[in-house]
């Protein structure tokens, strides 16, 4: 698997878009810190120009790179739900990243628990993350599935079984409260 893990972290460094096995569900994943990659993307996907991508993290510092400040109170509620299966919307006032957040000034941002997927990107860096599907459709549970969505559009895939699962969870931390916006794979909030 490792030898998988550093032919994958190349594709991505070079720009390549693929599907993956997340922690809930396949995923078109790519890095979040190349905006041509970012915009291939939600052409591939036919996302929604307004609609930001969830963004997978490696280590909770991760959200430096992003110009994230977290308060002691934010930090201690992200560490009862990272890592796991839930996605926190977080204030993002780096310009730079506008090609991410699309005027929405906030990213959602998910620490993994998957080992591999860690291990991924320990060695990508943050990488956008959806579910496989165009939007609209039904999530890819499968890689067959995601192939006849995107054929050779997507860069490579990578195969993870059948994926049966709902989204991740994700929420918002307001005034030391976690909002949940959308249910998903985590009933422990």
């Known amino acids: ?3 998988n893990i550093i032919n994958i972290s190349k594709l991505i ?3 390549g878009i693929g599907v993956i096995p997340t922690d809930t569900i396949y995923g078109v994943a790519a890095s979040a ?8 993307a939600y052409k591939i996907l036919k996302r929604n120009p307004k609609k930001p991508f969830i963004i997978l993290i490696g280590s909770i510092k991760d959200l430096a790179i992003f110009g994230v400040k977290i308060d002691k109170s934010t930090e201690n509620i992200l560490k009862k739900l990272w890592p796991g299966k839930v996605s926190v919307i977080l204030p993002i006032k780096a310009k730079k990243f506008e090609y991410l957040h ?5 990213l959602a941002f998910r620490l993994p628990k998957k080992k591999t997927l860690i291990s991924l990107l320990k060695k990508t ?3 956008i993350s959806t579910s496989a599907n165009p939007q609209g459709k039904k999530p890819a549970q499968s890689i067959l599935e ?3 969505y995107f054929g050779d559009q ?6 993870g079984g059948k994926m049966i699962s709902l989204p991740s969870t994700l929420v918002e931390i307001k005034r030391g409260q976690v909002n949940v916006l959308r249910k998903g794979a985590t009933e422990n909030i």
């Open 1 to 3: 698997m490792i030898k």
């Open 13 to 15: 460094r070079c720009n």
């Open 33 to 40: 810190l190349s905006k041509k990659t970012v915009s291939r």
């Open 102 to 106: 699309r005027e929405a000034k906030t």
């Open 125 to 127: 860096g943050p990488l």
């Open 146 to 148: 995601a192939k006849k």
């Open 154 to 159: 997507i860069d490579f895939y990578i195969r």
